[in-house]
């Protein structure tokens, strides 16, 4: 199963405590933990279907390739963190 864990500071927004779901891509994962919250939803995904510009989301440590799609390939045992991007300059 992929352990998706979310920031205090989203948490702080919505409540979504950790959950272990199971996918193969980023949308398989988070629709899976949406069906289990759906006001998870619209906080995580803009209008479009795509990533809010405002987060960030690291599989197994890594940043995510597609925040469009969420197409990117997610291992059965991996670890998902969702936070908040920053931002500035």
């Known amino acids: 199963m992929v ?3 979310f920031a205090n500071s989203i948490r702080r927004h919505v409540e979504c405590p950790p959950v272990s779901v ?4 980023l949308r398989e994962v ?12 619209g906080y995580v995904l803009d209008d479009q279907g795509s990533l ?4 960030a989301v690291f599989v197994d440590g890594q940043p995510i ?4 799609h969420l197409s990117d390939t997610v ?8 936070i908040q991007a920053l931002s500035g300059g």
Do not use: C, M, S, Y
């Open 3 to 5: 352990h998706l864990n």
């Open 22 to 25: 199971e996918g193969e891509t």
């Open 30 to 41: 988070l629709e899976a933990a949406f069906q289990r919250n759906e006001k998870l939803r």
């Open 52 to 55: 809010r510009k405002h987060l």
């Open 65 to 68: 390739a597609d925040p469009f």
């Open 75 to 82: 291992p059965a045992t991996a670890t998902i963190h969702v």
